[in-house]
């Protein structure tokens, strides 16, 4: 009987410390989420609409090698290349890591805007 009730009592609090981790990951995911910012980067590169998709692959290897490097704080999206500029669209909680980023990725940062809303043909029908 006491084997039991000691094995009960084990697996009694078990379930409390999972319960207890699961929430606090849960709360961080929630935080992290409510601080992240949404951003337009304008790159200007003359000529960049060019580049052959090596060239551009490889662009995009370096810029995910940093963003590995810099943690979870910062997120790439999508990207648009046209003839002298690329657009990228980033979450960061702050514009100071977009600059971090296009300084260790060798990439400039001509213009950064964040993003107040969005808006589609959904906006229309609402």
């Given amino acids: 009987?006491?084997?039991i009730i000691k094995t009960?009592?084990?697996v009694f609090t078990f379930l409390l410390i999972i319960t207890s981790v699961v929430k606090a990951q849960?709360?961080?995911t929630k935080q992290k989420e409510t601080t992240m910012k949404t951003y337009v980067i304008e790159r200007e590169?003359?000529?960049v609409g060019n580049l052959s998709a090596i060239e551009l692959k490889?662009?995009?290897q370096t810029s995910c090698t940093v963003l590995t490097e810099?943690?979870?704080k910062i997120q790439w999206l999508h990207s648009y290349v046209t003839g002298n500029k690329i657009y990228c669209v980033y979450k960061a909680e702050s514009e100071e890591q977009i600059r971090e980023h296009a300084k260790k990725a060798g990439f400039p940062a001509s213009k950064i805007s964040e993003?107040?809303?969005i808006i589609g043909?959904?906006?229309a029908k609402q």
Avoid: K, Y
Wanted: glycine residues 12%; without cysteine.
């Fill in 1 to 3: 009987m006491r084997t």
């Fill in 8 to 10: 009960g009592i084990v």
């Fill in 26 to 28: 849960t709360e961080n």
């Fill in 45 to 47: 590169m003359p000529g």
């Fill in 58 to 60: 490889t662009a995009s």
């Fill in 70 to 72: 810099m943690g979870p």
């Fill in 115 to 117: 993003v107040s809303t």
């Fill in 121 to 123: 043909p959904e906006t």
